[in-house]
């Protein structure tokens, strides 16, 4: 999350509203979030890593419904 972020803030009040647990990492004030980031290759923000077993998602963008997707799908 970048805290300057309006698509960052949009997703967290989304996943909180769908009572969707997650973890938050500042990639701005937390250098070690940042440097995670980056070795991941991220560019943009919000970027969502969804694990679903050894199944890694990777959701760019505020898309709440893709990420319940995937939550969906995985819980058939």
């Given at each position: 999350m970048n805290p300057n972020?309006?698509?960052c803030k949009e997703l967290k009040k989304a996943l909180i509203q769908e009572d969707i647990s997650f973890?938050?990492?500042d990639i701005v004030n937390d250098l070690s979030?940042?440097?995670e980031?980056?070795?991941?290759g991220g560019q943009y923000t919000p970027t969502t890593i969804v694990m679903v077993?050894?199944?890694r998602h990777e959701v760019i963008g505020a898309n709440i419904n893709?990420?319940?997707s995937i939550l969906e799908t995985s819980t058939l």
């Open positions: 972020c309006p698509p973890t938050e990492r979030a940042a440097q980031f980056r070795q991941l077993g050894d199944e893709k990420i319940k």
